[in-house]
């Protein structure tokens, strides 16, 4: 064997060994390596000796019980990991000059790593462009970004939750009738992402949207809406919610005029099973875990500790069905407590313990 | 300005310490908010004093000082301008658009004078309250800016992100900007006759004669429609550093400017009933809310507890500026 071709042996098992690495590196679960266009993250190359600072933009805090669920699991396993001398979370409240900003500030304190949840698919771009210019790996998640040279990237599939919500309403509808549609936040890429699943979904059937509208995601929009809607033509063979506090809120509305409760999509929150094993009408759960602000914050760990990460994973779960809802649902916590977590016990029972 | 009859000899002084009758209003407490909080982060934190976070702050000051100036000159008359977020969000849609640079920047500034225009007129002319004329605008603007671009994205011109984010002789282009917008704001508020009969117009309503300015003479209707033409402007140039900086169109970036702006004015020392204020007041009320920001986020204040320290600390700055009001 030649130098060059035992050189080129070399590097394809090096090659190999990385992607042995990178798939052994468990992020969350049900988080997986993107099956097409990956790549991956060298072993060591950025490998980084404790202690470290970790510092992470997140899109929007107090936005609804979900959203301060991520703050809660990120900080939870930060806290947790002795290495993590300073962990710094800055909240951009939706703001995307807000984030603009942030990352800066961020930036400007030299952090190991750099975790961005974007607020939208341009708020981080020249924020991930100067950590990286800076020598600071990013990683990016819950949310997509134009610019593709951050260092590792987790994403929910939006339309994938979308569509798991409408494949189940077609499958209970047999392809036909009328349905609401309970949006999210206008212009919210998330929301926009998940409507495409709904219209994948629906492509080819004969099911009409009669009403649709925004709720935001939270209850109190979501009972107007609901209500809104009953008013104006009570007559709907299913509804897409896009949340599980809209969902909580438009089967409220159809309980209080008595009238019966169709096919409505769930997602996994304690309240909303709570809801639905008790009244037992037909749902689905698509799952969006706060917990992958965690699985954030362990890729994070996993490049300072020099593990081989791959570029790109994806979370596209399938949908629950009621017996594993029963499994999750708690009586003794509140209905803000979201599922899968992996908050521990005394902290799910300080914060959501009733 | 006189003092009320019987003031006592250390009152008066006082007052005119704190600037109490001042008709630039009371921008001193903003100025020692600014100085204890400098000191304060100097002290605690290791990278606030660093040329980039200088450089950090100054470019996340700037489009608030930018819109900020534009507000106080609606406040200075009495007014008040919720449409100009919607206008910055509109800038940002626009220069997100397929055109040329030529174009587009133009007809920023074209749509953000049109939409002033229409507030001044509807103000003037239809006796809208200013309140309900410029939140029914911000609620017509931003649903165009959501028709022109639906979603964040797209790409703005290069010379768009070039001028606010380049640097020329090694001088970082916001430096230039702060000059440039400071120069302007100078001349139209404390440098022109028209700035002069801003105070007038405001002073008179202020005052319970809302009148006094027209029976002095003074072109109150015009000058009130170029109030809001300005305003727009300005929040039009604002939206045009924003989008330099996201180097895209947001429908939505501009949400938080409208309550920022009139906050910034307000703890910069002008009076929301009109008639007092000042530039510099309003400039540092901006530095202010930009320098807390930054300072939070070094001083790695917890996401949960940010928002709670801004409110305390700008009521703070408001409950040290108990200022007497024009004529007392």
């Known amino acids: 064997m030649t130098t060059q071709r035992m050189a080129a042996a070399a590097l394809f098992a090096a090659l190999l060994g990385s992607t042995a690495l990178a798939q052994d590196v468990n992020l969350m679960a049900g988080v997986e390596p993107r099956p097409e266009g990956n790549s991956v993250v060298a072993a060591g190359a950025f490998k980084t000796e404790a202690p470290w600072t970790i510092a992470m933009s997140h899109f929007g805090v107090n936005a609804n019980t979900w959203t301060v669920q991520t703050a ?62 800076a020598g600071i790996p990013v990683v990016v998640h819950t949310g997509r970004t134009e610019n593709q040279n951050f260092t590792v990237d987790i ?54 949207i009669t009403q649709e509208d925004y709720g935001s995601w939270v209850y109190d929009l979501g009972k107007s809406l609901c209500e809104t809607f009953y008013l104006n033509d009570p007559d709907v063979d299913g509804i897409w919610s896009s949340g599980a506090d809209m969902t909580r ?106 | 300005m006189t003092q009320p009859t019987g003031t006592s000899r250390k009152t008066r002084a006082a007052n005119r310490l704190f600037g109490r009758n001042s008709r630039q209003g009371n921008w001193w407490a903003a100025l020692l908010i600014i100085v204890m909080t400098t000191i304060l982060l100097i002290a605690t934190t290791d990278d606030f004093a660093t040329p980039r976070n200088a450089s950090n702050l100054l470019a996340q000051a700037m489009p608030l000082i930018i819109v900020a100036i534009g507000q106080m000159i609606v406040i200075v008359l009495a007014g008040m301008d919720l449409s100009v977020g919607s206008v910055m969000s509109l800038t940002t849609a626009i220069l997100a658009l397929d055109g040329a640079p030529i174009v587009l920047i133009p007809l920023v500034f074209l749509a953000a004078a049109a939409i002033g225009l229409v507030n001044g007129i509807a103000i003037v002319r239809l006796n809208v309250h200013p309140i309900i004329a410029t939140l029914s605008m911000q609620f017509i603007v931003l649903g165009i800016a959501q028709l022109l671009r639906p979603v964040a994205g797209g790409s703005v011109p290069d010379v768009v992100v070039n001028v606010v984010t380049g640097a020329f002789l090694g001088i970082p282009a916001p430096v230039f900007w702060a000059v440039a917008v400071v120069a302007i704001g100078w001349k139209i508020v404390h440098g022109s006759r028209f700035g002069l009969h801003l105070f007038a117009i405001g002073g008179g309503v202020a005052s319970g004669q809302s009148d006094t300015a027209h029976n002095f003479g003074l072109k109150d209707r015009r000058n009130i429609v170029l109030a809001y033409i300005l305003s727009a402007l300005f929040a039009a140039l604002a939206g045009f550093f924003i989008a330099g900086r996201i180097a895209s169109g947001d429908p939505g970036v501009g949400s938080q400017f409208a309550l920022d702006s009139i906050t910034a004015v307000a703890i910069g020392g002008t009076q929301l009933s009109g008639g007092v204020g000042g530039l510099h007041g309003t400039i540092l009320g901006a530095i202010l809310m930009a320098l807390l920001a930054n300072g939070m986020n070094l001083a790695n204040l917890s996401a949960f507890l940010q928002g709670a320290i801004k409110g305390v600390i700008l009521l703070l700055v408001v409950a040290l500026q108990s200022r007497k009001k024009m004529g007392l």
Not at chain 1, 90 to 106: H, P, R, S, T
Not at chain 1, 271 to 287: D, H
């Open chain 1, 72 to 133: 809660h699991e990120a900080q939870g396993i930060a806290n947790a990991d002795a290495r993590i001398e300073n962990f710094i979370m800055l909240d951009a409240n939706f703001d995307q000059a807000k984030q603009v900003a942030d990352i800066e500030d961020l930036i400007a304190q030299n952090p190991d790593v750099l975790i961005v949840m974007p607020v939208t698919p341009t708020s981080a771009d020249a924020g991930i462009q100067k950590a990286i210019d």
């Open chain 1, 249 to 354: 809120a438009c089967v409220d509305v159809l309980a209080e005029f008595g009238a019966d409760i169709p096919p409505i999509t769930g997602e996994g929150n304690n309240g909303f099973f709570g809801q639905w094993l008790e009244m037992g009408y037909p749902s689905i759960v698509a799952e969006y875990s706060p917990s992958q602000a965690a699985a954030g914050v362990r890729a994070a760990v996993a490049l300072l500790e020099g593990e081989a990460l791959h570029k790109h994973y994806i979370y596209e779960p399938e949908g629950w069905d009621a017996a594993k809802a029963a499994e999750y649902y708690r009586d003794d916590l509140s209905a803000n407590v979201w599922w899968p977590t992996e908050l521990p016990e005394e902290t799910l029972q300080s914060l959501y313990g009733n």
């Open chain 1, 155 to 208: 994403q929910g599939g939006a339309e994938n939750f979308g569509r798991v919500m409408g494949d189940f309403l077609v499958d209970q509808l047999g392809g036909e009738g009328k349905i609401w549609v309970l949006r999210g936040l206008p212009s919210h890429p998330e929301d926009i992402n998940r409507y495409n699943g709904l219209v994948q979904s629906l492509e080819g059937t004969s099911i009409e």
